[in-house]
């Protein structure tokens, strides 16, 4: 009681806060998600994501450098192909931007660690995640062949990580048997387990070329407003041989991630996404907010919800930050 117990003791200086800090952001903890575009010489800056760039794989090499340099232990790859039709099939194809930027980054910095993302709605002309049939809905069963294979290609160019998110039922279990079968079971799924339909993904669109061209994700995407769903997914998922679980978007599923976090232990990842980042790059360019205090406020509180790795679109920022003098 007051006047003997006074938690401002543990406030008093820089020093001594730094000693009763309860979570610490470190830079081995990020990754750093990258665009990549079919074509030559393309390097253009994505409108609603500042700093972001789509990259043609020629490109790639100065900015993989600035991954190395703040020492990111990790990339995450998106496709933009050069074609889209009914199936996605240039998601699969062993000359697609990721297949090829997967190649092209091993050949620029072998020990930096590639994660694709698999999905098929930067591929498909109707942006949706899968194959439709023939009233506009989503075929879970058909399209687990068709996330395979793209799986399979990305593991074969050199990937170390294969990461759904997709959310059709069953696609751990399909992935991890068809990479068995084709000899990668050493390559690990990160799966996208607990994506919910979300507002926040709107810069992403915009960055994949991914809307939809009719309806929405709610078909396949979890409602926001459950939390129970996310057990029963994140729990299919792991008997399904998922290797590390992700909750997604962040921010606004911070108990989303708590819960799953002290259920299950494999790694837990949270996704930090372009709306989140979108909304801090914008009120920052007002002035309204400060960008690195914001920033590293939200990135520090999905890691004290829970989170073991954070993609974040500020994973470069973020290493700048942790290595100046800490506050
Ligand atoms: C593809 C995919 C999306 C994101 C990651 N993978 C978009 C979506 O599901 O609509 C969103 C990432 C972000 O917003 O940063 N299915």
């Known amino acids: 009681m007051f006047p003997q117990s006074r938690p401002r003791r543990l406030r008093r200086t820089p020093q001594i806060r730094r ?31 500042p700093g972001n760039f789509h990259l043609s794989v ?54 930096l ?31 687990l062949q068709l996330l395979s294979r793209a799986a399979v290609s990305h593991a074969q160019a050199g990937a170390d990580i294969v990461a759904p998110s997709d959310m059709m039922d069953g696609r751990i279990g399909a992935l991890r048997a068809a990479l068995d079968e084709a000899d990668l079971s050493h390559i690990a799924i990160m799966s996208y387990a ?8 709107g810069p992403f669109r ?16 979890m409602d926001p407003a459950n939390v129970r769903e996310a057990l029963r997914e994140a729990a299919l998922d792991l008997e399904e041989g ?14 989303v991630i708590r819960t799953v976090a002290d259920e299950f232990p494999v790694p837990l990842v949270a ?28 990135l520090t509180s999905i890691k004290r919800a829970g989170a073991d790795i954070i993609l974040t679109y500020h994973a470069l920022d973020a290493a700048a930050w942790l290595k100046e003098q800490p506050d």
């Open 19 to 49: 000693m009763v800090r309860e979570t610490q952001l470190h830079v081995a903890d990020l990754v750093f998600p990258m665009f990549v575009v079919a074509g030559q010489g393309v390097r253009a800056e994505i409108g609603s994501m």
């Open 58 to 111: 020629d490109q790639l090499g100065p900015e993989i450098e600035r991954v190395v340099a703040a020492e990111v232990p990790a990339v995450l790859l998106f496709g933009l192909p050069e074609h889209k039709d009914d199936t996605g099939s240039e998601a699969w194809a062993a000359t697609g931007p990721v297949q090829r930027a997967v190649a092209e980054i091993k050949r620029l910095a072998p020990e």
């Open 113 to 143: 660690c590639v994660i694709t993302d698999v999905c098929l709605c930067e591929y498909t002309s109707h942006g949706h995640c899968g194959q439709l049939d023939a009233h506009g809905e989503v075929m879970n069963d058909a399209t």
């Open 194 to 201: 607990v994506k919910y339909a979300s507002g926040f993904y």
């Open 206 to 221: 915009e960055a994949a070329d991914s809307a939809p061209q009719f309806g929405d994700r709610r078909g396949y995407q």
């Open 242 to 255: 998922a290797d590390f679980l992700m909750v997604k978007p962040a921010l606004s599923y911070l108990d």
């Open 271 to 298: 996704y930090n996404v372009s709306g989140e980042f979108a909304m801090v790059k914008a009120a920052a360019q007002r002035g309204w907010i400060d960008e690195r205090r914001v920033a590293m406020e939200i």
